[in-house]
């Protein structure tokens, strides 16, 4: 992106206006921007983190995600509950049990390289 030398006023001048205007063009609408700081949001959490992370393996059972992370059931099904809404897990039920998986392989390698990116 090319930058223009300020001017020493108070406002962009016709150039830089042009640009800006060509750049807001481009933006996704607001709501949009609100459904990607949801799943950034949900992405927060490190219960939520190291479940992706578990889940990269392949599916596991709700069960097994306690004793991984070593908290109750409820404390899990919440976690759960907000990627699943959210589209990064899909649940399957065998029985009494649910099983979770990711919906995609790329949902590790993304939030691999967002933790590469914090490092």
């Not at 006023?9 to 042009?18: A, G, S, T, V």
């Not at 908290?71 to 009494?96: E, F, M, T």
Request: glycine share 4%; proline share 3%.
């Amino acid at each position: 992106m090319k930058i223009y030398e300020i001017t020493g006023e108070d406002r962009p001048n016709e150039d830089q206006i042009k640009i800006i205007k060509e750049l807001m063009e481009l933006l996704p609408y607001d709501d949009q921007f609100e459904v990607y700081a949801g799943k950034l949001k949900a992405l927060s959490d490190a219960t939520r983190l190291k479940i992706l992370y578990l889940l990269s393996d392949g599916e596991l059972c709700v069960c097994e995600i306690m004793c991984a992370l070593n908290k109750p059931q409820s404390s899990v099904s919440h976690h759960l509950n907000i990627l699943k809404n959210l589209g990064y897990i899909k649940a399957r039920k065998d029985g009494v049990w649910i099983h979770y998986s990711l919906k995609s392989q790329k949902i590790t390698d993304m939030v691999k390289k967002l933790i590469e990116l914090l490092e």
